[in-house]
């Protein structure tokens, strides 16, 4: 199959239109139009619907995608390959993401990574953690940074134990404590970014049998920061995300103090580019070596 379809039917499954699909991979709306009735001819079925304004994925489609993107991936590979056959480091590598990682970590160590392999090129992604371990087990992405979570197919790699805090309005009468006791989560006007069971907030909670009172669920950290300045309600974020962060908020460390374990993550090292895994290795000692 044309590799150059495949990879523009995942573009329209991404993006919901075939017009903004091709727009990021430089078709015209009819050329894409015309590159996706020829597929729909080779595989014998229709592969996408109008649904609510935004282009479908057909139930068949969807079967797909896992081994198109296998395909796609070992397509890579092999062209990583062949260029470092002839001596060149090349490639693009997709990288899913935590915010607090994407901030603090993601820029320096390209930074540095870009002196030596300055033609590997990258693609971030942010995420919160259900969607990042999707995203590493149906290959959309090829390395993730976030926290360990049990009983996922992936590989793990540890880095960093990031302490969680409590983030309460200035004035709020558990300012006045040094450390907040868990059991003072307990019905009270919560905020959060993601609670599925599995999520690192959901567990630490669980530990305790605790239910706060969920008023807010926002689209990120930054967002649930600012909602608790308005005295909204309080929240736990961990302490990368807040690394730096200033506010008409306190923050204080929880009784008894609870971690979530960062690392680097990916389905398995045999099945990664070479790019992909030159950066796996510097990314791990990087991290591990450094003041992060």
Not at 61 to 74: D, E, H, N, Y
Not at 123 to 143: A, T, Y
Not at 148 to 159: D, E, L, N, R, T
Request: with cysteine.
């Amino acid at each position: 199959m044309d590799i150059k379809k495949l990879t523009l039917m995942l573009a329209v499954d991404e993006y919901g239109s075939f017009t903004r699909a091709g727009e990021e991979l430089g078709y015209t709306q009819s050329g894409v139009t015309q590159k996706m009735k020829a597929l729909e001819k080779e595989v014998g079925f229709p592969l996408f619907v109008k649904d609510k304004q935004r282009m479908s994925l057909t139930k068949e489609a969807k079967s797909l995608i896992p081994s198109i993107r296998t395909l796609l991936s070992a397509n890579e590979a092999v062209q990583q390959e062949i260029a470092a056959l002839k001596g060149a480091k090349i490639g693009t590598i997709k990288i899913g993401t935590y915010l607090s990682c994407s901030i603090h970590w993601i820029p320096k160590i390209i930074q540095e990574f870009h002196q030596q392999y300055p033609d590997i090129h990258f693609k971030i992604i942010d995420g919160v953690e259900g969607e990042l371990v999707e995203w590493i087990q149906e290959r959309r992405v090829d390395i993730g940074f976030l926290s360990y979570q049990k009983g996922h197919s992936y590989q793990f790699c540890p880095v960093m134990e990031d302490e969680l805090f409590a983030v309460l309005p200035a004035d709020h009468p558990l300012a006045a404590y040094n450390e907040i006791p868990m059991e003072e989560f307990q019905n009270v006007p919560f905020i959060i970014t993601e609670y599925t069971p599995g999520s690192d907030l959901h567990r630490a909670l669980k530990k305790y049998n605790l239910k706060p009172d969920i008023r807010y669920i926002t689209i990120n950290e930054f967002s649930s920061l600012s909602m608790v300045e308005h005295k909204l309600g309080i929240t736990i974020l961990p302490g990368l995300l807040l690394r730096g962060q200033i506010g008409n908020y306190v923050t204080r460390p929880l009784k008894p103090r609870t971690h979530r374990t960062l690392g680097l993550a990916y389905s398995s090292y045999e099945d990664l580019s070479p790019a992909s895994r030159i950066f796996l290795e510097y990314a791990k000692s990087f991290l591990l070596d450094d003041e992060i």
